[in-house]
């Protein structure tokens, strides 16, 4: 059984080496000519047409929203901050989120790869603990399936332990590839209900051990309660959409029917009203029915010491798939 998060970073960054060199090659060719009606496409840009990721506002942060700018990976969404190695860039950015809530925030590496004393590769993803499939709900149990799930030709280089990092507790592992000389050093944590990990890799492990002594000074959201409700940090509560919570529920109307999942997170404000709605991943003709249904829902207020908070969960609308029961924030 191949696991979702060990082996195919592996894939991933041969990928994405791999893509750039071939973009490079691209980009010193002749270029094509466009007959009159036609759009050409940027070099390194893919067009995917289908399921994609939205929101019913552009305020309020999602975890897809990271940037890199002034050498700063920033992701409001997490509250990181993480000031890259200098020379190091994001050269590429990630696909949109999977159905089950699988994100890559950031892949980070030298600016200039052929003139890199030692090449590496900084891989920042997440996973929604509300969709994910995974037989985990807490970073150290995630840890744990993905050594269990090591293929044979990967080597356990040093077994799942706590670590602190940057005032916040991780789980560090390490694993090589013998064959490949590969060295992937994996810490997680749990914020807002996600699972945020860092994935380094070179073959040189004095590298890995100065990126993981500079993370140190990354910024991130307290991690000690993962469920969030520190500030205006929503409580996020797996599964809050159930009848002894809600007032009032009104089922979308879709114009078509549709097979795929559309897995949605929403924010509840102290009112018990949806003040934020966040697709992962939804058709074009299937926001709107949800949208409009959601926006008639309300809530009982939730309340954390007496006080009204606002509340972030997830609801999975069409297909229900087998999925682990996520963290909860009750």
């Known amino acids: ?24 090659g691209q980009r010193s060719a002749e270029p094509s000519k466009i007959t009159p009606g036609q759009v050409k496409v940027p070099d390194g840009v893919l067009l995917v047409k289908g399921a994609w990721s939205s929101a019913s506002d552009s305020v309020t942060p999602v975890p897809e929203g990271g940037s890199v700018n002034g050498g700063v990976f920033s992701d409001p969404y997490f509250g990181m901050a993480y000031a890259l190695p ?79 990092i940057a005032g916040h507790s991780f789980t560090f592992f390490a694993y090589w590839s013998p064959p490949a000389q590969l060295h992937w050093y994996v810490m997680t944590t749990v914020v807002r ?30 991690g000690a309660d993962p469920a969030g409700g520190a500030g205006e940090i929503p409580v996020c509560i797996q599964d809050y959409a159930r009848d002894q919570n809600m007032i009032t529920r009104v089922n979308p109307v879709f114009a078509e029917h549709r097979f795929n999942p559309v897995p949605v997170r929403i924010i509840i404000d102290k009112e018990g009203k949806v003040r934020h709605i966040h697709f992962l991943s939804a058709l074009a003709d299937q926001t709107k029915p949800i949208t409009d249904a959601l926006a008639r829902w309300r809530f009982r207020p939730y309340r954390r010491g007496g006080q009204p908070v606002e509340v972030e969960t997830g609801i999975l609308f069409g297909p229900v798939r087998d999925r682990h029961p996520g963290p909860s924030g009750s």
């Not at 894939?11 to 973009?23: E, P, R, T, V």
């Not at 699972?195 to 307290?222: C, H, N, W, Y």
């Open 86 to 164: 200098d020379g190091w860039t994001e050269r590429y950015k990630g696909p949109p989120p999977s159905d089950s809530g699988r994100y890559v925030l950031a892949e980070i590496s030298p600016a200039n790869i052929s003139k890199a004393p030692v090449g590496g590769n900084i891989l920042i993803t997440a996973q929604d603990m509300f969709f994910t499939t995974m037989p985990a709900s807490t970073a150290a149990e995630l840890t744990h399936y993905i050594e269990d799930n090591l293929q044979s030709d990967y080597k356990v280089q040093a077994p799942p332990r706590e670590i602190q």
């Open 1 to 24: 059984m191949r696991n979702q998060f060990g082996c195919p970073l592996l894939i991933m960054a041969l990928l994405l080496s791999s893509a750039a060199g071939g973009q490079e």
């Open 193 to 222: 209900c996600h699972a945020v990990q860092i994935v380094l890799t070179s073959r040189d492990t004095k590298l890995l051990e100065g990126l993981m002594t500079e993370m140190d000074k990354m910024k991130l959201f307290p």
